[in-house]
């Protein structure tokens, strides 16, 4: 019996099929999530190591070619590319699509593990990392300010902006580009060090040694407990410049005689601008199977309520929105 004979020979059930299918439609639909792309795990596999201090040529040499050479041999690869570049080895393996991601990945972190006796000691532990198709942001907000610094705009930019919008539903992430940190800079003065015959080592022997906050344990009464904390961080310039680098029978050197400590930016490499001003930016990335549009309209009313706590110099703006071109597509 065709569909035709059954809808005129049995209407009732015919019309009572009909509204199944719908009900399931509706449910199903409900449930869809709303996203750019569909979700596809790309078998690409990241392995990046960083070495601070080292130019590209000594990154190249001691760990990109050690990792290259034991990555290789690892079946169903399609492409192995590296960089590097000063302080930093990135590796991208990307394998066929017939490979399993977890599988490569695990290959990947095994041959990871037997290079690492090659590499230098003081070079960090390498980061093996999956391709994620959920990773890329779907929403870019500013803070900028004609009148502020970006040390101050990266301090509102986390207690506030960050803060308020990772507590949205179905949010993975906030990450901040452009931030700057606060940081104490140590400048040495190379002639007075050569005075002194003081080297750079002999300054981080010395911050290693004086600048640490050991546990002290507690003194216990009667009737009483009490924790004990040393105050061994330095906090101020000041506390820096009287840093004894060495002490002997004949003289004391501080670190104010050979330089100067100053409170600054950690970075002063990175910088984010719009319009020629100085910003610094927060980027929303979801969780994976999440709905962006939610999330966009969410984030849409936690900055408008933003900016009216603000102080009124602060602009908060949306720089870019990824869901638009989802509402549009579904529109």
């Known amino acids: 019996m065709t569909l035709s004979e059954l809808s005129i020979n049995r209407p009732v059930l015919a019309t009572v099929l009909v509204l199944i299918i719908i009900i399931f439609g509706v449910i199903g639909y409900t449930s869809l999530a709303v996203r750019e792309y569909p979700n596809v ?46 302080g ?3 590796i991208t393996v990307e394998f066929e699509l017939s490979v399993d991601l977890e599988t490569a ?33 779907i929403m870019q907000v500013t803070v900028e300010s004609p009148t502020r ?18 507590t949205i539903s179905n949010v993975s992430a906030v990450e901040i580009w452009g931030e700057n940190r606060y940081s104490m800079r140590l400048w040495l003065d190379p002639v007075r060090m050569a005075s002194y015959n ?9 911050l290693d040694r004086e600048n640490i906050e050991l546990p002290a344990g507690s003194i216990e009464g009667d009737h009483i407990e009490q924790s004990i904390r040393t105050m061994g961080l330095m906090q101020t310039p000041e506390e820096f410049n009287n840093m004894v680098i060495i002490e002997d029978d004949y003289r004391i050197v501080r670190f104010g005689d050979i330089g100067t400590a100053e409170l600054d930016t950690e970075n002063r490499k ?3 601008r719009r ?16 709905n962006q549009i939610v999330i966009a309209n969410e984030a849409a009313l936690r900055i408008d309520q933003m900016r009216k706590d ?18 549009a597509s579904i529109s």
Request: charged fraction near 25%.
């Open 198 to 206: 003081i080297t750079p080592m002999d300054v981080k022997n010395a």
């Open 41 to 86: 795990d790309n078998p690409i596999i990241t392995v990046s190591v960083g070495y601070p201090g080292a130019n590209a040529e000594v990154i190249e040499n001691q760990i990109t070619e050690p990792l290259e050479q034991n990555i290789n041999g690892i079946p169903g690869i399609r492409s192995l590319m590296s960089q590097s570049s000063q």
């Open 275 to 290: 319009n020629g001003i100085p910003m610094v930016s927060c980027v929303i990335i979801p969780q994976p199977g999440a």
């Open 105 to 137: 990945a695990n290959d990947v972190r095994d041959k990871v593990s037997r290079a690492m006796r090659y590499l230098p000691r003081d070079a960090d532990p390498p980061t093996v990392a999956k391709a994620d198709a959920d990773a890329d942001p």
């Open 310 to 327: 603000l102080p009124e110099d602060i602009k908060l703006d949306v720089a870019f929105d990824n869901t638009r071109f989802i509402r």
């Open 149 to 166: 610094s970006l040390l101050q705009l990266s301090e509102i930019a986390e207690l506030t902006v960050k803060e308020r919008l990772q």
């Open 270 to 272: 990175n910088i984010l």
């Open 88 to 90: 930093n080895s990135r």
